[in-house]
């Protein structure tokens, strides 16, 4: 019976710095994610390379870049890899962290490069 509490959704969310490497990505410009919030996958990550940035998208086209007007380096992540040492209540609270992924083609071949196993 008892109503649920406020679902908490906009509790603080940090910021964190991050560097993202993944310059197939739609939301990339000179390593900065210009999407302003991310998901970071990893339920059961142990190793880097089983975490993956879910908001991830392939720029199909170079003709179509970010435009600077977002860019920011500091970015909310939710983060499902409970593993990692700077994963609190799903919240990144590491001061920097670094997306790696190169020319991934799909979210499976970017990782959180910052992973560090508790
Ligand atoms: S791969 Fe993730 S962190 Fe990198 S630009 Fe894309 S959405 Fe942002
Ligand atoms: S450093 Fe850890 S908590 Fe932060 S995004 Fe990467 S895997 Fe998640």
Redesign the pocket.
Known sequence: MLAEGGNGKEEMMEK?YLDCYVTSCVYNANNCCGKGDIV?N?KDAKVNRE?ACDSFKERKSDSFKNSANSLTKDIA?V?E?TN?R??ENKN?K?EH?SIAGGNASTSTETE?A???AR
């Open positions: 964190t970071v990893g975490t992540i983060c890899a990692c700077f994963n990144c590491a962290i959180c910052s992973f560090d």
